[in-house]
């Protein structure tokens, strides 16, 4: 038995297989293939474009797969959300949809954009935004270069953005937040249904979920005197109480420390550790990290 896995070919890719990697999963593919390979028999894996997802796992196509929530509102599809991994292309983070002008433009809120022309991948979830705060304006597809659109060929655009840099180094400014997105993990009701399916599902969406805790954060070991003990401990941030343990075959008593922290912390913890008397101190990177 097989479950058939839909993962989002383009901008998520890259990202996305380098979690199913640390995740335990090989998935190989070159530029031109939509069928990797993955060492896992029970999975057959097609890469789609993000936005046409839900389409092919509501329609039973692929059993489940991996999107952006953005694609799955704006495509109306019903689907199963199993959950939200908090991923992007270039970090761990939410992504934003925003409405966006020119510097120059006199638009202050979307209220002045009524009777305008804007440009957005994002039609239906616009033309709700507009709807709800009462404007009517021309939202228009826009099949890519949007950031260069206005303002001649549209009056604001609606543009996915992870920093803001991109819109700032078009001399766009960020009028208002449509919606924030995160990827998803969508199945097909009828394959969710399944047992064995609904299993395999779970299964795969620990291990990505223990990868993704795994990131930006690394393990620490340290050797200390019993008497520094307690200076040490101080110093430690934790995500629970640090692993001690004896050494063996010392004089003196010493203790082995273990924790897991976030990596960024590291660099400037180290030498207040070795300050207070900490020694052979390990660093060590982690693939998951499941509680």
């Given at each position: 038995?097989?479950?058939?896995?839909?993962?989002?070919?383009?901008?998520?890719?890259?990202?996305?297989?380098?979690?199913?990697?640390?995740?335990?999963?090989?998935?190989?593919?070159?530029?031109?293939?939509?069928?990797?390979?993955?060492?896992?028999?029970?999975?057959?894996?097609?890469?789609?474009?993000?936005?046409?997802?839900?389409?092919?796992?509501?329609?039973?196509?692929?059993?489940?797969?991996?999107?952006?929530?953005?694609?799955?509102?704006?495509?109306?599809?019903?689907?199963?959300?199993?959950?939200?991994?908090?991923?992007?292309?270039?970090?761990?983070?939410?992504?934003?949809?925003?409405?966006?002008?020119?510097?120059?433009?006199?638009?202050?809120?979307?209220?002045?954009?009524?009777?305008?022309?804007?440009?957005?991948?994002?039609?239906?979830?616009?033309?709700?935004?507009?709807?709800?705060?009462?404007?009517?304006?021309?939202?228009?597809?826009?099949?890519?270069?949007t950031e260069a659109k206005p303002p001649h060929l549209a009056d604001a655009i609606v543009e996915l953005t992870e920093?803001?840099?991109?819109?700032?180094?078009?001399?766009?400014?960020?009028?208002?937040?449509?919606?924030?997105?995160?990827?998803?993990?969508?199945?097909?009701?009828?394959?969710?249904?399944?047992?064995?399916?609904?299993?395999?599902?779970?299964?795969?969406?620990?291990?990505?979920?223990?990868?993704?805790?795994?990131?930006?954060?690394?393990?620490?070991?340290?050797?200390?005197?019993?008497?520094?003990?307690?200076?040490?401990?101080?110093?430690?941030?934790?995500?629970?109480?640090?692993?001690?343990?004896?050494?063996?075959?010392?004089?003196?008593?010493?203790?082995?420390?273990?924790?897991?922290?976030?990596?960024?912390?590291?660099?400037?913890?180290?030498?207040?550790?070795?300050?207070?008397?900490?020694?052979?101190?390990?660093?060590?990177?982690?693939?998951?990290?499941i509680y």
């Open positions: 038995m097989q479950l058939k896995l839909g993962l989002p070919k383009g901008s998520l890719q890259e990202s996305t297989f380098n979690i199913f990697k640390k995740a335990g999963f090989s998935i190989k593919s070159d530029s031109r293939s939509y069928y990797p390979s993955v060492d896992d028999d029970e999975l057959f894996i097609t890469l789609v474009r993000a936005q046409e997802m839900a389409r092919y796992v509501a329609e039973g196509i692929f059993d489940a797969g991996l999107t952006g929530e953005d694609w799955v509102v704006e495509s109306g599809e019903s689907v199963k959300t199993v959950d939200k991994l908090v991923y992007g292309k270039q970090g761990l983070r939410p992504v934003r949809w925003v409405l966006a002008v020119p510097e120059s433009s006199p638009v202050k809120t979307v209220k002045n954009l009524e009777g305008k022309r804007i440009a957005t991948e994002l039609v239906q979830a616009t033309k709700k935004y507009l709807k709800k705060n009462g404007v009517r304006a021309k939202v228009e597809f826009s099949w890519g270069a920093t803001g840099s991109s819109l700032k180094a078009n001399k766009l400014r960020i009028v208002d937040t449509i919606m924030e997105s995160v990827t998803v993990l969508i199945a097909n009701k009828r394959a969710f249904a399944d047992g064995w399916k609904r299993e395999k599902i779970a299964n795969i969406l620990t291990l990505l979920k223990g990868a993704l805790n795994a990131e930006e954060k690394v393990g620490l070991k340290l050797n200390v005197r019993e008497e520094d003990m307690k200076k040490i401990l101080s110093l430690l941030p934790a995500l629970r109480k640090p692993t001690v343990s004896c050494l063996l075959g010392e004089k003196e008593k010493w203790l082995a420390v273990e924790v897991i922290i976030d990596e960024k912390k590291v660099r400037s913890l180290v030498p207040r550790l070795m300050k207070n008397g900490a020694e052979g101190i390990v660093e060590y990177p982690l693939n998951k990290l």
